[in-house]
């Protein structure tokens, strides 16, 4: 870098970036979503292929085929790439900020399945509300997020494959992957904001 930009002479400052308090409206997350009581995970930021949400929503069809049952998928925020319809997910557009909120605190994960993020609100949004994630085992800052905290998880492949999801483009959805992301979601869901296990301290929030 320095040989590029001499600027390492120069004075530089580094300025942290915060994340406001949670300020819902007061709504269940299922009454926003229009699904009821139904559980849920939800990805929030802009669906398109680019960040992920195309290739979530192929994962968790195949999720749902091999676990019938009533969890959905909700996909928050504004949408340049088409979902195919699915039962079981639900795509909002952007919400305003107090109905997010209060789809972000009543799922059971958040979900953020980009591997190009250099640093996550989503991720930091969640666990303001207590609220594990998971992540795309391909991006390396999010991926080290949730494994210095203990906070969420990097979705991988089941252990008898080398590929991740980096080993699929964004549009392309290998059987492999699917497996692995499914395995990943039922241990996600089963354990819940409960456990321990899947929170951040105190200290790391």
Not at 11 to 21: C, E, M
Not at 32 to 42: A, D, F, K, T
Not at 52 to 62: D, E, I, K, Q
Not at 137 to 150: I, K, L, M, N
Request: aromatic letters at 4%; hydrophobic letters at 35%.
């Amino acid at each position: 870098m320095q040989r590029i930009h001499p600027v390492a002479d120069r004075p530089q400052i580094v300025l942290g970036l915060g994340v406001s308090d949670p300020a819902g409206n007061g709504r269940r997350g299922g009454a926003v979503l229009g699904i009821g009581e139904r559980p849920y995970v939800v990805s929030v930021g802009r669906v398109d292929s680019h960040k992920g949400s195309v290739m979530l929503a192929s994962f968790f069809a195949t999720y749902k085929e091999r676990h019938p049952g009533p969890l959905c998928l909700a996909l928050v925020g504004p949408v340049s790439a088409e979902i195919p319809e699915h039962p079981d997910i639900v795509v909002t557009g952007i919400l305003d900020e107090g109905d997010k909120w209060d789809v972000v605190r009543d799922a059971k994960v958040s979900i953020s399945p980009s591997a190009l993020e250099s640093f996550s609100l989503v991720v930091l949004e969640a666990w303001q509300e207590s609220l594990p994630v998971m992540v795309n085992a391909a991006c390396d800052p999010t991926r080290e997020h949730c494994e210095r905290s203990g906070g969420g998880c990097g979705s991988a492949p089941t252990a008898s494959s080398k590929r991740s999801w980096s080993g699929c483009s964004t549009t392309t959805i290998c059987a492999t992957c699917s497996a692995g992301v499914a395995a990943r979601m039922s241990i996600a869901t089963t354990s819940g904001p409960s456990s321990s296990a899947a929170m951040p301290s105190s200290s790391a929030r």
